[in-house]
C-alpha cells in the first residue's frame, strides 16, 4: 500500500527500489517479489494462512482443511516452498514404520502473511471511507 511517508532511507524514497534493501540483505528484490506474488493465488494463501496460525500440518490435514484434491495441493505446497515461505520437514513417528511429511510457515512466510494481505484486509475498516464509492458523492 503507498503511502506519502518517507522511508527510512534518508528520508526521501530511493529512486531505485533495490536500494530499499539494506546492504547485506539475505534476499534480492525478485525474491520478495516472487514471495508476495506466491500468496497472490487463493489457495496458496489459504495454507499459508492455516500453517502461520495452526501451525505445522501434514498433506492430509491440509487436503482436508482447505478442500482441494491430492496433486494440486503439491503443486501450491511445491511453490511455497520454492519461493521461501514453508518449508517440507519429514520425521518418523513414534511407533510407526516410514517417514511422515510435515510443512510449516518459515519467518519469511509469517511476516508476508500477516504484514501483507491480513494487513490489507485489517486496514480495509480503517479505510472505508477510501473504499465506498457512494461517500461524498
Known sequence: MATNQPSAIGG????DPEDLLPEDSILSLDEYLEMHAAVGHRTRYEILYRLVHSGEMSPKELEEAINVDDS?????????????????????ER???????????????????????????????????????????
Open 72 to 92: 494440486t495441493l503439491h503443486y501450491h505446497l511445491n511453490k511455497l516452498v520454492d519461493v521461501g515461505l514453508i518449508e517440507k520437514r519429514q520425521r518418523t
Open 12 to 15: 526521501k524514497n530511493p529512486e
Open 95 to 137: 511407533g510407526q514404520d516410514g517417514l511422515y511429511t510435515y510443512y510449516r510457515a518459515t519467518v519469511f512466510g509469517e511476516v508476508t502473511l500477516s504484514e501483507g494481505v491480513d494487513e490489507l484486509i485489517r486496514g480495509e475498516q480503517e479505510f472505508e471511507e477510501m473504499y465506498d464509492s457512494t461517500a461524498n458523492s
